[in-house]
């Protein structure tokens, strides 16, 4: 199969379809824009991340000072200020007194050291709150493009060293405002208790999420190229039979907190059936 004609087979699949997603008696939220094309799931040294889906592209630019956001813990930040926002209506978000109490909410167990759960949470929020994003649809007629800073202020007065002490003001941050719009208009319901217990695996949580998203709305059976995922999903794998073998694995992981999502495995494709959402709408 040439470039061509899987360029165009991936447009088909993974087309996103424009949908009002009002809330629907969820647990929490995920911003759209990283559901549809996800952050990095391992460190890298460049400044700059692009990922496709369809004629969705989403590129997320870093502060060189301090790189892109990574892993399990921004996704994990990204779906609390998301489901915050929506719950409170508010472009500002209070963090709390205390780190500990923060950290709790993400069911992280502060630990110290170069290694420990304080430091990257630390990094990672510097990382996430620091960087902008840009949402461009391309569909070879029509052309779009959002340039969204999802903090527009962030204020840290945590103390690493005694994460058990409240500070004398409340850690908060500011949305930015073109990203608050876009998670009050468009919120993607998910479980936070689900993404907890997959918060081991970057991909595990990108797979859930897309799975939630894709299912809430899905009127008839799609099936989609392991090639067309790889794009997507973008895992460090040359080939795709390995991205295959590993988003499998991970598959594996996320139907047991989402055992009603019907699925069929192919050589060649993962075909989605009409499934109960894992959220129930109202």
Known sequence: MNNKNLNKLITEALAIENRDAKEAGALGFMARALVQATMPHSQTMANVFKRQNGSFKLVILADPDVGLPYGSIPRLLIAWLTTEAVRTKQREIVLGQTLTNFMSQLDLIPTGGRWGTITRLRSQMKKLFSASVSCTYDNGEQWAIKNVQPVSEANLWWNPKTPQQATLFESTLLLGEDFFKEIINYPIPVDMEALKALKRSPMALDIYCWLTYRMSYLKKT?????????????????????????????????????????????????????????????
């Open 222 to 282: 799609i099936s989609i190229p392991w090639e067309a995922l790889q794009v997507q999903f973008g895992a460090d794998y040359d080939r795709t039979r390995d991205f295959k073998r590993y988003f499998l694995n991970q598959l594996r992981a996320v139907r047991v907190v989402y055992p009603e999502v019907n699925l069929e495995i192919k050589d060649h494709c993962l075909i989605l059936k009409c499934s109960k959402p894992h959220i129930a709408k109202k």
